[in-house]
């Protein structure tokens, strides 16, 4: 099977900078996506990584590390609509693709 | 408006009776695929489809069918539900597939229940 790790929960202040990390060790690799999910409704694309680095979006950036089978998902100067959870995806071929479990981010006022 | 739709997005249900639900989506996708989503879980894949007439098992298949006669509709059959397959179900689509900056597009959801 494919694992898939990230914290289940983090909490941040409005202002503040939180990192998401996610893990993973699966049998196939074409690539990492981050998708942001409030609840009760759809995931929403973030961001892609096929090659090892930073790519930054407007507040958001994603790293990865091939090698090391990480990549993380920096929010800077949150705001409260970016309460969501926060998932990490691999696209371990051209059809499918794994997701870890989601990590819920809380922004306190 | 490009959209992915589902129907229904609510249903209560009892065990053994056959239910269906529909996706479709407007934007000439060729790729469409179905998931779950559990508590602790995350997404989990249920079945996909690369284009018409063609679909392969994702993760968890078991118990569930589909087929994909026309590009924009990708129905998720359920024969004979039972409870475990009470869930929060989306279908997603994309133009070709997962690779690339092929972005998923989700339906808003279904949440089923099974009693």
């Known amino acids: 099977g494919q694992n898939i790790d990230q914290p289940t929960e983090m909490t941040a202040t409005e202002g503040a900078i939180v990192q998401i990390n996610c893990t993973y060790q699966t049998s196939g690799f074409n690539g990492l996506f981050w998708y942001q999910q409030h609840a009760g409704e759809a995931p929403t694309f973030l961001s892609y990584n096929v090659l090892d680095g930073l790519e930054e979006k407007g507040r958001f950036s994603s790293f990865l590390s091939r090698s090391k089978g990480y990549s993380y998902l920096l929010l800077k100067e949150l705001q409260m609509k970016d309460s969501a959870s926060y998932l990490c995806?691999?696209?371990?071929?051209?059809?499918?693709?794994?997701f870890g479990a989601g990590t819920t981010v809380t922004v306190r006022a | 408006e490009a959209q992915v739709t589902q129907n229904p997005r609510y249903l209560i249900t009892v065990t053994g009776k056959k239910l269906t639900v529909t996706c479709s989506q407007n934007m000439n996708h060729e790729y469409m695929s179905w998931y779950r989503q559990d508590p602790g879980l995350g997404l989990r894949q249920i079945y996909y489809s690369m284009n018409v007439e063609v679909t392969d098992k994702g993760d968890v298949p078991e118990g569930y069918k589909v087929s994909r006669k026309e590009k924009r509709n990708f129905p998720l059959i359920l024969e004979s539900p039972s409870p475990n397959q009470t869930s929060l179900y989306f279908c997603?689509?994309?133009?070709?597939?997962?690779?690339?900056?092929?972005?998923?597009?989700f339906g808003p959801g279904t949440r089923l229940t099974v009693l």
């Open positions: 997603a689509s994309s133009l070709y597939g997962t690779s690339g900056y092929n972005e998923q597009f």
């Open positions: 995806a691999v696209n371990l071929n051209d059809y499918k693709l794994s």
